[in-house]
């Protein structure tokens, strides 16, 4: 049985969580987002809070805690939502925004160019900050993921795509001694 499984999951009066069948919807101010539940696990609604618990199956352990974090990420969700901020650091690389297709210059001889999934908020400041925002947490991440993906921080001078709250170690280059 997982500690963090045991641990209910509270939520606000804004915020309806429905469990029917396996599936966990939860709509609030920002959205609505629907979970299908981990085998073996099961959710109920209980007052202003939901609590996930397992059978005794031998691999119901392993998905307690996992489902209980999901449900938890969904609530804070579409009540505050989720965002992550990128910095493009070089000289000549930008990123433009036109619509949902996101184009990056990179160093490369062509532009990047990148749909934004269904679901996400982006902004551009200054052409060189991403500010990524949306109400499902893993589809935030992975956006990032992605496009840091692209062109990772290189160690000698640090040019490339990196998270806000990143530190990029950078190594001292060749010396004549």
């Given at each position: 049985?997982?500690?963090?499984?045991?641990?209910?999951?509270?939520?606000t009066?804004?915020v309806?969580?429905?469990?029917?069948?396996?599936?966990?919807?939860?709509?609030?101010?920002?959205?609505?987002?629907?979970?299908?539940?981990?085998?073996?696990?099961?959710?109920?609604v209980?007052?202003?809070?939901?609590?996930?618990?397992?059978?005794?199956?031998?691999?119901?352990?392993?998905?307690?805690?996992?489902?209980r974090?999901?449900?938890?990420?969904?609530?804070?969700?579409?009540?505050?939502?989720?965002?992550?901020?990128l910095?493009?650091?070089?000289?000549?690389?930008?990123?433009?925004?036109?619509?949902?297709?996101l184009?990056?210059?990179?160093?490369?001889?062509?532009?990047?160019?990148?749909?934004?999934?269904?679901?996400?908020k982006?902004?551009?400041?200054?052409?060189?900050?991403?500010?990524i925002?949306?109400?499902?947490?893993?589809?935030?991440?992975?956006?990032?993921?992605?496009?840091?993906?692209?062109?990772?921080?290189?160690?000698?001078?640090?040019?490339?795509v990196r998270?806000?709250?990143?530190?990029?170690?950078?190594?001292?280059?060749?010396?004549?001694?």
């Amino acid at each position: 049985m997982s500690r963090i499984g045991k641990k209910p999951v509270a939520f606000t009066p804004d915020v309806k969580v429905a469990v029917k069948d396996g599936v966990v919807t939860v709509e609030g101010k920002l959205g609505k987002l629907a979970l299908n539940l981990p085998p073996h696990t099961s959710a109920e609604v209980q007052e202003n809070q939901v609590v996930v618990s397992c059978d005794d199956h031998a691999d119901a352990g392993m998905y307690h805690g996992l489902a209980r974090s999901l449900v938890n990420n969904m609530i804070i969700g579409v009540s505050k939502g989720y965002s992550k901020e990128l910095q493009i650091v070089g000289v000549g690389y930008k990123a433009t925004l036109a619509g949902n297709k996101l184009t990056l210059n990179l160093g490369y001889s062509h532009p990047i160019n990148y749909v934004v999934p269904e679901g996400i908020k982006m902004n551009i400041v200054d052409g060189v900050k991403i500010q990524i925002s949306g109400i499902d947490k893993q589809l935030v991440g992975e956006v990032a993921a992605r496009i840091r993906r692209y062109k990772k921080p290189e160690p000698y001078k640090g040019k490339g795509v990196r998270y806000s709250d990143e530190h990029v170690v950078i190594k001292p280059g060749k010396t004549n001694a």
